[in-house]
């Protein structure tokens, strides 16, 4: 008997001893498991973690509770200043999810509709003919022109000191639409601009009193305001850098006191808050939070995948919220998957630096044994059937051009490093992205092509064939051309048998033929001339991706020797 009570008292000592082990056992494991996650997450910054080079602060949480966060690389090369989990960044459009949760809290308190025109709250707009509404300006769906390409057109330089008035000139000066609204979306910046007027329009606060009140004080988001005076002094802000033309760093710092699109200041860990707060509203109603995670649509029903300021997505077969941005020398991306419960923040002071890129190795990391394939897998291409492909071609509907050639041994877009992998026939995509290239040919050569992005909105184009211009069809283009919505005059003039074209305050550049009157330039895009009925040459128009069709009339006294307006 007593060896039987001397076992069994072994026993329930060693089920003891086990109880009180296994949490420990366990919290080892877990502990080794996160020093695993960290130094992979070092080791994907370790390109940015040198004492001469701008880098990055990574903050991750999981189920709303931090689990790393640190800085890589220097805030401010001349002081030699490192980044920590501390600094402040500006994060460009990363800012568009706080504006439209503003907007979205005046929804739902009946203080405005996202229905509502918008001329309603800013009656200086112009009448299109077509209402653009509160919830076009949220999703991208407007139709309005490019706020920034405007301001360049107009003679704003880069560096420029920019405000919302600025921003609201440009605009309120425009008598055409890309599009009209809610047919298709394009992204761009003007919309949240005007969002940030609605605001004011609405509660007589500022787009940055009112967030801090009802965003930032309420989730605890110390370090983060909407930046309204360049001149402010802002404690622990990182400075922003781009590579030098002869290697090396040039600072790179946006001047802006234009916000609602851009200009919010935060740090890795208050945007980790935030971002759960999309998980886990505490700030706004739960309705609010729903309505801004509900993807916007077109007037033909289809989804946008874009709410209120956030994309969504999927990566790897798992749903997304996310959005990037970038101004000057700043980069930035806020990444989170809801339904693991993972936020990812990472803020950069360099321009080369592509921080989604990181973001998306880090949840890698984390969620990698949960994700499916990464790309379409590649396929074989015949070299002729790639070299029949390259050529240049036209959009009808938004007036680019983009040209397509064969170079060491790859189809690529000219200008652009990355090369096509083909994932079926005629079909690429272009290097790691999910972007879609589909050409499809013609018996008569015409191929045609359809670019997809990650707007549901393809953009169609056709191989152009018209012939290059004569040497004295380029002379008949030079002359002096006046666009009065933004209140400027181009000089177009002829120089060693090349095009070129100049504006007040900016530098020439180089108008290169693609074929009949279009031309291409590296800071506008497409510039194609305008005929009469007799054919004589009367304007030009500009197009880019954000910016269609802005016209400019030919000058009655406009020559060969025509010569720039302005310094």
């Excluded at 060693?14 to 992979?40: F, I, K, M, Y």
């Excluded at 805030?75 to 568009?96: Q, R, W």
């Excluded at 080369?352 to 590649?378: C, H, N, T, W």
Aim: charged fraction near 20%; aromatic fraction near 8%.
């Amino acid at each position: 008997m007593n060896a039987v009570r001397v076992s069994c008292c072994l026993v329930a000592a060693v089920l003891a001893w086990s109880a009180q082990a296994s949490p420990a056992r366990a919290q080892a494991v877990e502990d080794a498991d996160a020093t695993r996650r960290h130094q992979q997450v070092d080791a994907i910054f370790a390109p940015w973690s040198g004492a001469d080079t701008p880098g990055c602060a990574v903050g991750i949480s999981r189920d709303g509770v931090l689990d790393y966060a640190r800085g890589y690389g220097v805030s401010n090369l001349e002081y030699d200043v490192p980044i920590t989990p501390e600094s402040i960044f500006h994060v460009a459009s990363i800012s568009k999810q706080f504006t439209a949760f503003s907007i979205l809290l005046l929804a739902h308190e009946g203080k405005l509709s996202l229905d509502d025109d918008i001329r309603k709250y800013l009656p200086e707009l112009p009448d299109y003919g077509k209402t653009i509404t509160i919830a076009h300006l949220l999703h991208h769906t407007s139709g309005l022109r490019e706020q920034g390409q405007l301001l360049n057109l107009a003679g704003w330089r880069s560096d420029d000191l920019s405000t919302q008035a600025d921003m609201l000139w440009a605009v309120t000066r425009q008598r055409k639409l890309n599009f009209d609204p809610g047919s298709e979306v394009v992204y761009g910046n003007a919309g949240y601009t005007l969002l940030a007027l609605v605001v004011k329009q609405v509660t007589g606060q500022s787009l940055r009193a009112f967030a801090d009140e009802r965003i930032f004080r309420p989730l605890g988001m110390s370090d983060t305001h909407f930046h309204v005076d360049h001149s402010e002094i802002v404690k622990r802000r990182t400075s922003a850098y781009r590579p030098g033309d002869k290697g090396g760093w040039r600072v790179s710092i946006p001047n802006y006191d234009h916000y609602g699109s851009t200009s919010l200041f935060t740090s890795v860990g208050d945007l980790l808050k935030w971002q759960d707060n999309l998980i886990r509203p505490r700030a706004g109603a739960t309705a609010v939070m729903a309505s801004m995670l509900t993807s916007g649509t077109l007037n033909d029903g289809r989804s946008i995948g874009y709410g209120g300021g956030v994309m969504l997505s999927t990566y790897r077969g798992l749903r997304t919220i996310e959005h990037d941005g970038v101004d000057a020398g700043y980069r930035a991306d806020a990444l989170t998957f809801p339904d693991q419960r993972l936020n990812i923040a990472v803020l950069c002071n360099g321009a080369s630096i592509e921080p989604q890129e990181l973001a998306q190795r880090i949840a890698e990391v984390y969620l990698g044994d949960r994700m499916g394939p990464k790309l379409v897998p590649a396929v074989e291409a015949p070299m002729a059937t790639l070299q029949a492909l390259a050529g240049t071609y036209w959009s009808p509907l938004t007036d680019e051009v983009v040209r397509v050639e064969m170079k060491d041994g790859a189809l690529r877009q000219v200008g652009v490093k990355t090369a096509f992998v083909p994932i079926g026939k005629d079909v690429f995509r272009p290097g790691e992205s999910t972007h879609e290239w589909r050409f499809r040919r013609s018996a008569d050569g015409r191929h045609a092509l359809s670019i997809l992005d990650f707007w549901p909105t393809a953009r169609s184009f056709e191989r152009v064939s018209a012939p290059m211009p004569t040497p004295a069809a380029l002379a008949s283009f030079a002359g002096q051309y006046r666009s009065d919505e933004v209140d400027m005059t181009y000089a177009v003039r002829l120089a060693d048998g090349k095009l070129t074209m100049r504006w007040s305050r900016q530098k020439e550049t180089a108008l290169e033929a693609v074929g009949g009157d279009r031309f291409i330039s590296d800071m506008l895009g497409t510039v194609t001339f305008t005929r009469t009925a007799t054919g004589e040459v009367n304007g030009l128009m500009i197009s880019n991706r954000r910016l269609r069709r802005l016209h400019a009339e030919r000058l009655a006294t406009s020559g060969a020797s025509a010569q720039a307006d302005g310094p």
